[in-house]
């Protein structure tokens, strides 16, 4: 099963997903994430949340998909909208920062679900893919650990800040080096 297989499976297990009306794919790139969920949910309207450049592309993609729209903007300086029932973060720069909190939790409603894929590299030594991230750069502080960034909270200190902003954690699943944590807004 693929990467993207794997996560849309796993989120759809949950029955706060199979309820969900709105959803907002966080720095979601090709769009292809929101495409499935909606396949998954016939109930859901999915909005794809990126770089204005990349969403020129990303509409190719989705182009059939008429539950997928799109909104251009910088998730670290433009509002993401709100009235989200499902928030879906996969590998982008903000998945692992603390200063997404805030509009993560006035985005999603209560009793919504917050699903966010990433690589938390705690433990782990550098290595040569490491220095191959560390060659390329698109306008933004990485940290040494390829898929990491300048600000990155690690794993654990990832759940605690969920759990400070009224978040349940609902689930840690693994695939490969990646994590998805599922948490469920409480109030």
Known sequence: MGELQWAVETVAQYEEFRRARKMLDLGGGHGLYSVAFTQLNPNLEAVVFDLPEVVEKAKHYCKSSARVRFMSGDFFK??????????????????????????????????????????????????????????????????????????????????????????????????????????????
């Open 78 to 187: 433009d509002e993401i909208g709100g009235g989200y029932d499902f928030i879906f973060s996969s590998c982008n720069p903000a998945g692992k920062n603390s200063a997404m909190f805030p509009k993560i939790c006035n985005a999603l409603n209560s009793g919504g679900i917050y699903a966010n894929k990433q690589f938390f590299w705690d433990d782990c030594s550098l290595d040569l893919l490491d220095l191959e991230w560390n060659l390329w750069n698109f306008g933004i502080e990485k940290g040494e650990k390829r898929f990491t960034f300048k600000g990155d909270l690690s794993l654990d200190e990832y759940l605690k800040e969920l759990e400070k902003h009224d978040f349940e954690i609902l689930g840690i699943h693994s695939y490969g080096d990646q994590k998805m944590i599922v948490a469920r807004k409480t109030k």
